[in-house]
């Protein structure tokens, strides 16, 4: 008998089953540092101050506990996916997430931040707006092709007008009018070709051997879910410009909300 069922999609089914595995992994993980630790604060605490191994306890200690922040972060980041909207500042988890970022970037990569003061918040569900900060700083990283360059993020406010023409969004597909905070990511990398520009949104196009070609493009899926737009510039040599703008809460009552594609 024949079912009007869809049929399921092994890749969205593999990346659930990482996910699953990863989440599992790191709880193991965060209770193992928790011991670490807790016997190594033990072990401080029986130290004269003057003992020469006090130093390298208290290294370890310090590694210990930046493991386990990012291990709270990735968990955090793993379970929210469900959660519902929430008013998120933008600079506030950006500054919460500031560990977990510089992971993504070599040692070689200097991250910097050009932070705006006093956004107001934009609704959203935490996960996704951490997707797409994730997938656009490893985009960027990634096109630092000798390991050595600049990542720049800026947050701003900005109004977008009716028949806006300052901006050339993506698809044509521009942000509902009215005040926005945006996401700027920069970096000096090897930059794009007007050829790559026309299909780096494309799902499973990449220019990188090991890329699978759907960070970007869940990059403009989310984007458009929160009627935003995204505007792209880039020059070969010369590094690539992402900008994301996302409505205000007030802007987004004005027109539903668009279905995810994944």
């Known amino acids: 008998m024949s079912s009007n069922l869809p049929s399921p999609n092994p890749y969205a089914q593999q990346l659930e089953t990482i996910g699953f595995l990863a989440t599992g992994i790191a709880h193991d993980f965060s209770n193992l540092l928790t011991s670490i630790v807790g016997q190594t604060s033990l072990a ?14 208290e290294k370890a200690m310090q590694a210990a506990e930046f493991a386990a922040e990012l291990t709270r972060q990735l968990l955090t980041y793993a379970n929210s996916e469900d959660a519902p909207d929430e ?12 560990s977990l970022l510089n992971t993504i970037l070599l040692k070689s990569v200097s991250l910097q931040l050009d932070l705006a003061n006093s956004l107001p918040p934009i609704e959203a569900r935490r996960a996704h707006i951490q997707q797409i900060v994730m997938n656009l700083l490893i985009n960027a990283a990634e096109s630092i092709e000798d390991g050595k360059g600049i990542v720049l993020l800026r947050t701003g406010l900005e109004t977008i007008c009716d028949n806006e023409k300052r901006y050339s969004f993506v698809n044509g597909r521009s942000p509902v009018p009215g005040p926005c905070i ?3 990511i920069t970096d000096t990398g090897c930059g794009m070709t007007r050829q790559q520009l026309q299909k780096i949104f494309s799902p499973f196009y990449t220019t990188k051997p090991t890329g699978r070609g759907l960070g970007l493009s869940t990059v403009l899926d989310l984007v458009g879910f929160y009627q935003g737009g995204i505007t792209v510039e880039s020059q070969t040599d010369l590094g690539t410009t992402f900008c994301v703008f996302l409505p205000l809460p007030s802007q987004l009552g004005l027109m539903p909300k668009q279905t995810l594609l994944h």
Do not use: K, M
Not at 44 to 54: E, F, G, S
Not at 87 to 98: F, G, P, R, S, T
């Open 44 to 57: 401080l605490a029986t130290l004269p101050q003057d003992n020469v191994a006090r130093s390298h306890i």
């Open 182 to 184: 945006y996401l700027q």
């Open 87 to 98: 008013l998120i500042d933008l600079n506030q988890l950006v500054n919460d997430n500031i």
